[in-house]
């Protein structure tokens, strides 16, 4: 129906089928495709206005944006906050630093500089897709980023370590020296420096009107690539030493991922050959861990990674995301090297995940969420892996692994499929699917494949009530979106919460009125992987 005249302007059939969650009916107005604002009626349901339209997800960035910027660190907020957290403070070799900056954690005023890092990112990435069509929100992104930019620079010690976090649950004074202070945490692992090389190498490929900052975060960037090659020769995979910190969980397969990335961005912005040739290098032990021989289900699926080489343990995840790393560093390879005797390689590692994320999508179907991923029952034995990946598992979590496993979809004799991620302590969906989301349009943009692009803003609309709950995630976008857990700085317009949960050891989406942490607390982590995503489906022009 048309919103503003009432009159019906499609027609189509309800539809009814099992599926493997149950028996629904359907309706599809896809090939509608007018531009325009209307509703639904079926009998007497009707449902809220929706839009019809190019950049239909240009509204939620803003309001993301406006979220973000409420969450800002150190500076006042008019109606949140003052200035804050001065007396946050970091040491290293007689040297101090305020730690304060970037943007709080989540409903928490916690501090993680690799998240402040990950939303940067996407600022500059969704920046870069409205270059040529909404200048006014173009400079917004642009400013948002360099606040967040400028405490990513702040937080290094110019020796390869660097302040990385702090847990702060107050709003503290700002005098240095009373009961009130905190310290942050400082170190030099290998992955940070990995990741930062390359949101400061893309920041400078972004940063394309300030030639003096271009110039420094070019020479940052490079230093903080040498600091982790140095550093993981001297310790390798294994130096993850704050237990709160989001890439406790990081596998060596994500690890070499996002080394690779890292390179191929330098790359991008030096043309030195050095670069691409350590991208090549470092993406091999991914490979490696890529899942070529099919299960003995009947999708014969394969083309998800493995932690190691010794494809024991599956990657997985369940609170914060990284897994759109795999696609970032392997479709940025195909395009910087596509000219490398290894590209049918590379592609044919993106056509297999790719595959392997089609073949998922029927076990939640007629919804769009995309399966968190297939576990092996054997997992939980490996208990260096299981306690990196699981914080506060419980005394029964091995046991608890395996009730979990079998509330999935059985696949084969020891693999099992899992709508929502095994979790414990840490309930949440929004950054795996997500992260998921973004994998999947970065292999349809790559492979020009409209299902893989549809996977992906699927994840969106599940987001903004395509959910069993009919409620958007996104508090002012879209309808029925409900109170959030914010206790310190209170609502705030575009704040999206950790995610929809799942009861005990049930694998249904499970979204209680009850508001409380982590499943309705918001979170910066949600917030940029939104924008990180939205900004596959933005057009530019």
């Known amino acids: 129906m048309d919103s503003e005249t009432k009159q019906p302007v499609f027609s189509g059939e309800v539809k009814e089928a099992d599926y493997s969650i149950g028996r629904f009916q359907t309706i599809n107005f896809s090939e509608f495709n007018k531009p325009g604002k209307y509703f639904l009626k079926l009998g007497d349901v009707v449902t809220a ?43 290293h070799n007689g040297i101090k630093l305020a730690y304060s900056g970037g943007w709080h954690d989540a409903g928490d005023l916690s501090q993680q500089t690799l998240q402040t890092g990950d939303v940067v990112y996407a600022l500059l990435e969704m920046a870069n897709k409205t270059k040529n069509s909404n200048k006014q929100l173009l400079l917004r992104l642009l400013e948002e980023a360099e606040w967040g ?76 690539f040498d ?49 691409a040739d350590k991208a090549v290098e470092l993406i091999n032990y991914t490979l490696d861990c890529q899942r070529t021989k099919p299960l003995q289900d009947k999708n014969q699926t394969k083309g998800f990674f493995y932690r190691d080489k010794s494809k024991k343990v599956i990657v997985h995840f369940n609170h914060q995301s990284r897994e759109q790393v795999y696609m970032q560093a392997l479709t940025l390879l195909c395009q910087t090297q596509p000219n490398h005797k290894n590209f049918k390689t590379w592609e044919n590692s993106i056509r297999m995940y790719g595959d392997y994320l089609k073949s998922c999508m029927e076990y939640t179907a007629p919804y769009g969420l995309v399966p968190n991923g297939i576990y092996n029952i054997n997992e939980a034995k490996d208990s260096a892996s299981f306690y990196a990946q699981h914080l506060f598992p419980g005394e029964n979590a091995k046991d608890d ?141």
């Open 49 to 91: 206005g929706f839009n019809i339209g190019p950049n239909i997800w240009e509204n939620s960035a803003w309001r993301v944006l406006n979220f973000i910027f409420c969450e800002r660190c150190g500076m006042p907020v008019a109606e949140k906050h003052g200035s804050c957290h001065g007396d946050i403070i970091a040491s």
């Open 149 to 224: 930019l400028d405490f990513i620079l702040k937080c290094r010690f110019g020796d390869g370590y660097r302040a990385s976090s702090a847990g702060i649950v107050i709003w503290t004074d700002g005098l240095i020296g009373n009961l009130d202070d905190m310290k942050a945490r400082v170190h030099k692992g290998p992955f940070d420096n990995f990741l930062f090389s390359g949101i400061e190498a893309y920041a400078a490929l972004s940063m394309d009107k300030d030639p003096m900052f271009r110039e420094k975060l070019t020479r940052i960037a490079k230093e903080d």
């Open 227 to 275: 600091f982790a090659l140095e550093r993981f020769a001297e310790v390798g995979y294994n130096e993850f030493p704050i237990f709160w910190e989001h890439s406790y969980n990081t596998s060596e397969s994500q690890f070499m991922a996002t080394a690779s990335w890292a390179a191929s961005v330098l790359f991008q912005l030096t043309n030195n050959k050095y670069y």
């Open 401 to 541: 692994y395996l009730k979990q496993l079998h509330n999935g979809v059985k696949l084969d004799e020891e693999h099992y499929l899992k709508r929502f991620p095994v979790w414990f302590s840490f309930r949440g969906n929004a950054a795996m699917h997500l992260a998921m989301g973004k994998s999947a349009a970065l292999c349809g943009h790559f492979l020009n494949d409209q299902k893989l692009m549809d996977i992906g803003e699927e994840q969106l609309y599940w987001m903004v009530g395509k959910n069993p709950f009919g409620q958007s995630l996104v508090y002012g976008e879209g309808d029925n979106y409900a109170q959030q857990y914010c206790p310190l700085p209170g609502e705030m317009v575009g704040e999206i919460p950790v995610g929809i949960q799942t009861r005990e050891n049930e694998d249904v989406p499970y979204w209680p009125q009850a508001n409380n942490a982590t499943y309705k607390e918001v979170w910066m982590t949600s917030a940029g992987k939104w924008l990180t995503l939205v900004s596959e489906f933005y057009s530019n022009k």
